[in-house]
């Protein structure tokens, strides 16, 4: 029986391609959005791959959601928290909204779409959780105070759930991805994105396909020794 997946924010960008990476590997595949329905659908329309709505900063709509997967799909094996946002404001601008929101998804949110998958895998002695976090996390960035610090938290949280979930058979591991060519980065004026360019030693940007192996690989049952890591997959632009 296929093993499923649920891929937080998984119908548009990075996570997008991880959907689609895990569902070849034959996993049932359960990709959540915030708001976009009309991208949704046509995600689901070109892949086959169920959709689910819900606000990943909240414990409520997170939970009920994830209790609808099951439902359907079965058991979650693996969780790719990847739902993630920016506020972008130089920290003497920021305000606490900006603060807040960021915070909300993407830190409050790994907790949130994790903690109620984390008994079942507890009690299946199995389970893979991959946290999305960010080259910014790892060095910080002009503007994204609040970012920076969600994607630094979401290492800590790795390292901690790696320790509390080894003797069940749980892994915990991390991916940050340098800049990688979305629809967002693709949208920054051509100097801006040239500017980034010239700090990446390889002289590109990512593909969402390379992140999504990264997953594929950590999600494996042949990586269960591969514990609390965090994979930099940035073209050698920050080593740690």
Not at 47 to 66: C, L, M, P, R
Not at 170 to 177: G, L, Q, R, V
Request: proline share 4%; aromatic share 8%; with cysteine.
């Amino acid at each position: 029986m296929a093993r499923t997946a649920l891929v937080t924010g998984g119908t548009r960008g990075i996570g997008a391609s991880i959907s689609k990476e895990l569902k070849a590997a034959g996993y049932q595949v359960a990709a959540t959005f915030a708001g976009n329905e009309e991208a949704a659908a046509a995600f689901t329309a070109e892949t086959g791959i169920h959709t689910y709505k819900w606000n990943v900063a909240s414990y409520d709509e997170s939970k009920a959601g994830i209790e609808k997967v099951e439902a359907e799909l079965g058991p979650i094996d693996t969780v790719v928290a990847n739902a993630g946002i920016t506020r972008d404001a130089p920290f003497h601008k920021m305000t606490p909204e900006q603060w807040n929101e960021v915070i909300g998804t993407n830190l409050t949110g790994v907790f949130n779409t994790i903690h109620p998958i984390w008994p079942g895998m507890r009690e299946r002695k199995f389970g893979r959780v991959i946290v999305i976090s960010s080259i910014n996390g790892q060095k910080g960035q002009f503007a994204q105070a609040n970012y920076a610090a969600t994607k630094a938290g979401d290492l800590g949280i790795v390292k901690s759930l790696a320790q509390e979930g080894a003797r069940y058979g749980i892994t915990a591991n991390a991916i940050c991805p340098g800049y990688i060519a979305t629809e967002m980065v693709m949208a920054v004026p051509e100097k801006v994105r040239d500017s980034i360019i010239a700090q990446i030693p390889t002289g590109r940007l990512g593909e969402p396909e390379e992140i999504a192996r990264c997953v594929r690989f950590l999600a494996d049952e042949d990586a269960a020794f591969l514990n609390g890591s965090t994979i930099s997959a940035n073209g050698g632009q920050f080593f740690v």
